[in-house]
T-cell receptor, first 112, second 116 residues
Framework: GQQLNQSPQSMFIQEGEDVSMNCTSS?????WLWYKQDPGEGPVLLIA???AGELTSNGRLTAQFGITRKDSFLNISASIPSDVGIYFC????????????WGAGTKLIIKP | GAGVSQSPRYKVAKRGQDVALRCDPI?????LFWYQQALGQGPEFLTY????????KSGLPSDRFFAERPEGSVSTLKIQRTQQEDSAVYLC??????????????FGEGSRLTVL
């Protein structure tokens, strides 16, 4: 079946540093989504991407839909303590208009 | 409240017990999804409703899992004869769109099920 590889699995960073994480797929996706999940909460949508090559920003967050349609990355600039959490990529394949395939998540930890 | 509400937040069941998990989606949202999230993993699709119609149940792990949304709003996920491998967080999500869905799902806080 379709799989998403999300990396890194976890990141330890200093406050103020920039962060980069990415997802790759074994198949083509029509939509890439980035969600953040805090402990004890459900995921919350950060950025949605709908076209190959699209670059979209949301505050300090920037995400891109890869031109091959098989990858996406998320950058966070100048990290702050509230950025801590788990970031998930999710993709929607062309053979489904509602099912999402999810990565395993990148856990972001800010070193004191 | 304005968000997706799930209950109970935590459920401990003995192996073999039946459990029922409730989801109250955002009012007016047509689409409703159930996901299963194991520790350290992303959500895995279980089932999808459009209004009261269950359009896809391909992700339900076994016939012990059953979901319904009889009036097109509140949904219940029932697990019969629970087993230890059923232990997970069960997430409910709703979306305003049906056709031309944009991918914005609004998730509840989840129901954490622990089977002893």
């Amino acid at each position: 079946g379709q799989q998403l590889n999300q990396s890194p699995q976890s990141m330890f960073i200093q406050e103020g540093e920039d962060v980069s994480m990415n997802c790759t797929s074994s198949s083509i996706f029509n939509t890439w989504l980035w969600y953040k999940q805090d402990p004890g909460e459900g995921p919350v949508l950060l950025i949605a991407l709908y076209k190959a090559g699209e670059l979209t920003s949301n505050g300090r967050l920037t995400a891109q839909f890869g031109i091959t349609r098989k990858d996406s990355f998320l950058n966070i600039s100048a990290s702050i303590p509230s950025d801590v959490g788990i970031y998930f990529c999710a993709g929607q394949a062309s053979d489904s208009n509602y099912q999402l395939i999810w990565g395993a998540g990148t856990k972001l930890i800010i070193k004191p | 409240g304005a968000g997706v509400s799930q209950s109970p937040r935590y459920k401990v069941a003995k192996r073999g017990q039946d459990v029922a998990l409730r989801c109250d989606p955002i009012s007016g949202h047509v689409s409703l999804f159930w996901y299963q999230q194991a520790l350290g993993q992303g959500p895995e699709f279980l089932t999808y409703f459009q209004n009261e119609a269950q359009l896809d149940k391909s992700g339900l792990p076994s016939d012990r899992f059953f979901a319904e949304r009889p009036e097109g709003s509140v949904s219940t996920l029932k697990i019969q004869r629970t087993q230890q491998e059923d232990s997970a967080v069960y997430l409910c999500a709703s979306s305003l769109a049906s056709a031309g869905w944009t991918g914005e799902l609004f998730f509840g806080e989840g129901s954490r099920l622990t089977v002893l």
